[in-house]
């Protein structure tokens, strides 16, 4: 008995010193890991300090510098600095500069591989607690509540969100002079300029979620795909892989319905092309993908399309293990038609998704760099709580800030009015855009200068080449377009 008793106790005894032994090396583990991690996260954030703290008197210089040239040219419209950089290799060292030597941001990465905002790491890697917190509060009803988020029957979203489903006389005759844009919904775009046909973010599924059981759509598209049957789409730009701008189900049935031209092409930010050959079945050759700056042009008969990828404050991210290891951007369209006698131009700007950073002039350097544009395509919605959205995200105000920075000639705002992505009610987006333009002053007018429009409808804007004052004909002193229906709702 007594050595049954001896063992049992002795078992026991090593047991124990298993379990206490397992349990120290798994606490030096789990802390060895939590300081690698803290270790990263404040290496890339003090990297980014010492590159801003650089780049500080390059930002002043250039802004002083592109001031000056402003005051040099104020009777040419078109004039802008031309500031020429060479990218260089991003699958280089991460310690390599973030700016180019007249301040513009490159296409960065940190120590991990995964693309930043180099002006604000943080803006690119929001913490996932915020989102437990964003969470926590819309569960709360702390911004507004949810029967404000969209529209609680279908009357009410026939009446305030109507969807134009032809369009109206004055713009049934097209001039081939001006941009003729058409809202399909969020930031689904379908613009014509010149000979070429432009979409943007094509989204037209019911859910911007990966399960049909995501976030739904309160406002269907303006346009199915059988409609644009006839279009011949030149090109196809994606801004970020989000799922409400990059839907694979619509790239896959475009590429099955052949709704592209014979040079059309899908456009993609660095990272995306092995993505969509691999989720939607379209080769190589037909996906062009670049990084910031870099461009690309289309020829068809006498017109030429330039396409180039631009900067934008946000982040990437379709499951927990992905986040950024694709890029983001914008995209700055510019058509130029060359005839024995003249040369004339068209510009175009979809923002995508971004947020406005506090103390980097982004959107000025765009602007220099890539414009004046004659029209852009700007986000109104999914500001709210600002605390949360603010990073990623413009609030109607921080968008008639973009329209001055990349010099806009028109801006019409987009991103809003089709899902429920933040807390803000689903009429508020326009009414802020109006207050923002009446406080802004310097002539900017809701309407004329910035305006939002129908789901589906179809409003044609000159260029600067054209003398014409106004839009489909109208003189400067002129609505542009009927105001919309949701400005009316009490």
Not at 36 to 49: D, F, G, M, P
């Amino acid at each position: 008995m007594k050595s049954i008793r001896h063992n049992m106790e002795f078992a026991r005894t090593r047991a124990k010193s298993n379990m206490e032994f397992a349990r120290t090396r798994a606490n030096l583990y789990y802390n060895a890991k939590v300081r690698r991690q803290r270790y990263l996260y404040e290496s890339t954030v003090e990297h980014t300090k010492q590159m801003q703290v650089q780049s500080k008197d390059r930002w002043r210089k250039w802004l002083k510098q592109a001031k000056g040239k402003e005051k040099e040219n104020d009777d040419d419209d078109t004039a802008s600095v031309l500031l020429e950089v060479e990218i260089d290799d991003v699958n280089g060292d991460y310690k390599r500069v973030w700016f180019d030597e007249d301040g513009f941001p490159r296409t960065s990465r940190d120590k991990n591989g995964r693309f930043v905002n180099p002006w604000s790491v943080v803006s690119s890697t929001p913490p996932f607690s915020s989102f437990l917190r964003w969470r926590r509060e819309r569960w709360m009803d702390s911004y507004a509540p949810a029967s404000l988020r969209e529209p609680q029957s279908l009357e009410e979203r026939q009446q305030f969100l109507p969807i134009v489903t032809s369009c109206n006389a004055s713009s049934a005759k097209k001039n081939k002079k001006n941009i003729e844009f058409q809202w399909i919904g969020h930031s689904t775009c379908l613009v014509q300029m010149d000979d070429f046909t432009i979409l943007t973010d094509p989204v037209f599924s019911n859910h911007a979620a990966p399960i049909p059981a995501g976030v739904p759509r309160f406002t269907p598209p303006a346009l199915n795909l059988e409609q644009l049957q006839e279009k011949h789409i030149d090109a196809v730009v994606i801004s970020h892989d989000h799922y409400d701008h990059l839907d694979v189900h619509s790239l896959r049935e475009i590429e099955d319905r052949g709704l592209m031209s014979e040079q059309g092409k899908y456009f993609v930010p660095l990272g995306h092309k092995h993505y969509i050959m691999r989720t939607c079945g379209i080769a190589a050759d037909k996906i062009c993908e670049l990084e910031w700056w870099q461009s690309s042009t289309i020829q068809k008969h006498s017109h030429e399309l330039k396409i180039s990828c631009a900067p934008a404050q946000h982040w990437c991210s379709r499951t927990p293990f992905d986040r950024n290891l694709r890029l983001w951007c914008s995209w700055a369209f510019r058509s130029t038609t060359s005839t024995s006698t003249s040369t004339s131009e068209k510009s175009f700007y979809f923002a995508g998704d971004t947020g406005v950073p506090d103390n980097f002039p982004l959107h000025e350097q765009i602007g220099e760099r890539l414009g004046p544009f004659d029209l852009a395509a700007l986000p109104i919605g999914a500001y709210a709580p600002n605390w949360f959205m603010k990073e990623s995200h413009c609030a109607p105000h921080e968008t008639v800030q973009i329209h001055r920075a990349i010099r806009a000639r028109y801006s019409v705002g987009v991103h809003w009015g089709t899902w429920a992505l933040a807390d803000e009610p689903y009429f508020e987006p326009p009414r802020l855009l109006r207050e923002a333009c009446a406080s802004a002053g310097d002539g900017l007018v809701f309407g004329r200068d910035m305006l939002v429009v129908r789901h589906g409808e179809r409003v044609e804007f000159p260029c600067s080449d054209d003398d014409s004052d106004g839009v489909d004909g109208h003189s400067n002193e002129e609505m542009i377009v009927d105001p919309h229906p949701v400005l009316l709702k009490e």
